[in-house]
T-cell receptor
C-alpha cells in the first residue's frame, strides 16, 4: 500500500533562518505531489505542485521554493524565513490529476 | 477555478443523518468533486469523489444534480467521532491551460459538531 511520510512534525525557527521540509511517498511511482499551507482556522492553500521530477509549479508568489530531486521526494525550502511563514504545512500525493489526494500528517512551523 | 461555497458550521445530534451542501456555480466540464474530512492538527482525509449523479461508499454518499453546480455530502447516522471540518474541493491542478495561475484551495470548509 501507499504511504506518505512528512517530517518533522513540529519545528520552531527564528526569523531569517533557512527551512527544509521533506516529504516522501512510498508504494507508487510518478505521483502528483503537492505542498499546502494552512493558517490557523483557515482552509488549505496550495503552494506548489509537481507532476514529475524537476517539474515544479508555483501557485502563489512567496518566500518559499520547492524541489523534486527524486520521483517520490518533494522538498519545501526557504533561504530566509519570515514571521508570515508560520503555519501548518501539508504534503499530499495523488495518482494523477482528478484523483483523490492523500495527505501526510503535516508540519507545524512556528517562526519566532 | 471553480470557487466553492459551504456553510461555515453545522450542529447535529448523534445518530442523525447530516447533509452538507457545497455550491460551485462555475464548475468546469473536466472537474471532479471531492470531499475531505480534517481533524485538528491532522492532514485532510479523502471521503468520497464524484462527477455526476450519486456516488456511495462505506462512509458517505455524494449527490450531484444534473447541472453539477452544487453537491451534497451525506453522512448517515453520525457519531461523536465525525466531529471535524469537511471540505469540498472542485477541480485539480494541471487541467487548465492558458493565462493565469491555477489556484487550488480548499476554502474554510464546514465545521461539523456532533452533539451527544
Amino acid at each position: 500500500s501507499q504511504t506518505i511520510h512528512q517530517w518533522p512534525a513540529t519545528l520552531v525557527q527564528p526569523v531569517g533562518s533557512p527551512l527544509s521540509l521533506e516529504c516522501t511517498v512510498e508504494g507508487t511511482s510518478n505521483p502528483n505531489l503537492y505542498w499546502y499551507r494552512q493558517a490557523a482556522g483557515r482552509g488549505l492553500q496550495l503552494l506548489f505542485y509537481s507532476v514529475g521530477i524537476g517539474q515544479i509549479s508555483s501557485e502563489v508568489p512567496q518566500n518559499l521554493s520547492a524541489s523534486r530531486p527524486q520521483d517520490r521526494q518533494f522538498i519545501l525550502s526557504s533561504k530566509k524565513l519570515l514571521l508570515s511563514d508560520s503555519g501548518f504545512y501539508l504534503c499530499a500525493w495523488s495518482e494523477q490529476v482528478n484523483q483523490p489526494q492523500h495527505f501526510g500528517d503535516g508540519t507545524r512551523l512556528s517562526i519566532l | 477555478l471553480a470557487k466553492t461555497t459551504q456553510p461555515i458550521s453545522m450542529d447535529s445530534y448523534e445518530g442523525q443523518e447530516v447533509n452538507i451542501t457545497c455550491s460551485h456555480n462555475n464548475i468546469a466540464t473536466n472537474d471532479y468533486i471531492t470531499w475531505y474530512q480534517q481533524f485538528p492538527s491532522q492532514g485532510p482525509r479523502f471521503i468520497i469523489q464524484g462527477y455526476k449523479t450519486k456516488v456511495t461508499n462505506e462512509v458517505a454518499s455524494l449527490f450531484i444534480p444534473a447541472d453539477r453546480k452544487s453537491s451534497t455530502l451525506s453522512l448517515p447516522r453520525v457519531s461523536l467521532s465525525d466531529t471535524a471540518v469537511y471540505y469540498c474541493l472542485v477541480g485539480d491542478v494541471g487541467i487548465r491551460s492558458g493565462a493565469g495561475s491555477y489556484q487550488l484551495t480548499f476554502g474554510k470548509g464546514t465545521k461539523l459538531s456532533v452533539i451527544p
